[in-house]
């Protein structure tokens, strides 16, 4: 017999979608939870605000089960609701700010190019970002996650922060910078 | 740095609690949208039957209307 662990998400989402059984959601919010939560403890650094945040997203998920048309990628769906809620809260929160800025300066800059700079950071240990990670901004924290930790494309995040490329690329680039000044001096402190 | 990223990852799990929570919350969402299904659909069925239990009187006070108008 199968047993739940060896069930694809694909399969028990259909099961949902087509019994709306409350029961098979049991093992998907076994399978998120944890991941869902530590992204946004990661955000937010707020054990109460992340507890909160994770019940949310989790209820989105159900809800929003019947309108999952493909599933090809449950996972990344998951991660896509977990950031996008992530950002509605921070805007709420005014965490993220609209800035002006010259759209010019950064739209031609290449995927290429934002790869190249990343190479600066290469040397970066764990050690290292897990203390300099702490003392960036949460808008900082959530687009640095998005692009290194998820891959997700310029286009993707800009969709998410319903921003246009350009101004991703120049936060992820502010964003950068800030955490190689974070690095220099906790080096230089050593 | 992309490697360090993923990484990063902290060991905290979801509090033991928050499944219930969820659990609850959902089950209140569903007791909700049964009750809203319930009301339009006794609504509705109400409508039909009034409708159908008054036809005729309604029939018969277009007709009413309808001499009042051939009158004038």
């Known amino acids: ?190 | 740095m992309r490697e360090q990223f993923k990484k990063l990852e902290p060991k905290e799990h979801a509090p033991a609690e928050l499944k219930k929570e969820v659990f609850d919350s959902l089950e209140t969402l569903k007791l909700i949208a049964d009750v809203v299904d319930l009301f339009t659909a006794k609504f509705v069925v109400s409508e039909t039957e009034l409708t159908s239990m008054f036809g005729a009187d309604f029939e018969d006070i277009r007709d009413v209307d309808k001499n009042l108008e051939e009158k004038k």
């Open chain 1, 1 to 190: 017999m199968e047993t739940s662990d060896h069930i694809s998400d694909k399969k028990i989402v259909e099961q949902i979608i087509a019994t709306g059984d409350m029961e098979l959601f049991h093992i998907l919010y076994d399978r998120y939870v944890d991941k869902v939560y530590r992204k946004c403890l990661l955000l937010t650094k707020d054990k109460e605000v992340s507890k909160d945040l994770t019940h949310d997203i989790l209820i989105k998920v159900f809800l929003n089960l019947s309108k999952l048309k493909k599933i090809t990628n449950f996972s990344l769906w998951v991660h896509s609701i977990t950031y996008n809620h992530c950002i509605d809260y921070l805007r709420r929160k005014n965490k993220i700010k609209h800035e002006d800025y010259d759209e010019a300066l950064f739209e031609n800059i290449t995927e290429e190019e934002i790869e190249r700079e990343q190479q600066e950071l290469k040397e970066l240990r764990l050690s290292e970002l897990e203390v300099v990670f702490e003392q960036l901004n949460q808008e900082e924290r959530l687009i640095l996650l998005m692009r290194y930790k998820d891959g997700l494309s310029i286009k993707a995040i800009a969709k998410a922060f319903g921003v246009g490329e350009s101004a991703v690329k120049m936060r992820l680039k502010r964003s950068r910078d800030h955490l190689a000044a974070l690095l220099t001096k906790i080096n230089s402190q050593a």
